[in-house]
């Protein structure tokens, strides 16, 4: 299994944040995770449009861009635009994911759906067919630096029988407190794009961070 590592920009220090992306990257960092918030699908606002269309500028990595946002079908194009590589929405934020699934692949990115810890796998069979990555939340969307939640490993081992079942190829993305210590239950489980922000982005030692995941990566 390939696996992806994929650093929550969450964590960055926003006013260097060329510079803590790059260096994510110089650790071996392929994708980078770019968490939207509006302040109402969560109790929190982080960045939008503007910032990704900056950093898109200053970045060649592959931008997996998640919407914590309700109705995000209003803004795929516009995120699409800006420079997004893929597409996540939250199953609890909209009920169109054809529409955005359409405009998704028609730019020729990639799209997924993201489950918060209270959704279970099942209601997302009849959407698998339209997903190029399924993201299992294994905190609770809107803040980083929480604990992760293993018992999300139920969700992420569903998801990866249905893959079988239906031969399908998505990825399984796990996001939420993942550390060196615990990323082995997440691979395990069956998750190959790992997001981590707070393990990822320390100030002096992001590269060195990035590395070690990718070193773990080659002894799973
Ligand atoms: C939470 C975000 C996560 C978060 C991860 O709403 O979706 O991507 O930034 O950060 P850590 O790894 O610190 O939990
Ligand atoms: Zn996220």
Redesign the pocket.
């Known amino acids: 299994m390939k696996y992806i590592l994929s650093p929550?920009?969450?964590?960055a220090d926003f006013a260097r944040l060329g510079a803590d992306t790059a260096e994510a990257v110089k650790g071996g960092a392929e994708w980078l995770?770019i968490?939207v918030?509006d302040g109402m699908f969560?109790p929190?606002i982080s960045l939008g449009i503007p910032v990704i269309k900056s950093l898109r500028a200053a970045s060649d990595a592959f931008f997996d861009v998640?919407l914590?946002i309700d109705r995000p079908e209003r803004y795929t194009k516009a995120f699409l635009s800006a420079g997004a590589d893929l597409i996540c929405v939250h199953y609890e934020a909209t009920e169109d994911f054809e529409t955005i699934a359409k405009d998704v692949h028609e730019a020729g990115k990639l799209f997924a759906i993201?489950l918060k810890p209270a959704t279970p796998a099942g209601v997302l069979k009849p959407y698998l067919h339209l997903c190029d990555m399924v993201l299992v939340?294994?905190?609770?969307?809107?803040?980083?630096?929480?604990k992760?939640m293993a018992d999300m490993m139920q969700k992420v081992e569903a998801l990866s029988k249905m893959r079988d079942e239906m031969s399908l190829t998505y990825h399984i993305q796990v996001?939420?407190?993942?550390?060196l210590e615990n990323v082995g239950v997440a691979t395990d489980a069956g998750a190959n794009v790992i997001?981590?922000?707070?393990?990822?982005f320390t100030p002096g030692k992001t590269e060195e961070n990035a590395c070690s995941f990718i070193k773990k990566f080659k002894t799973i």
């Open positions: 929550s920009i969450l964590a995770h968490d918030m969560v929190n998640h914590m993201a939340m294994t905190v609770e969307p809107g803040f980083g630096g929480q992760f996001d939420g407190g993942i550390n997001v981590a922000g707070s393990a990822v």
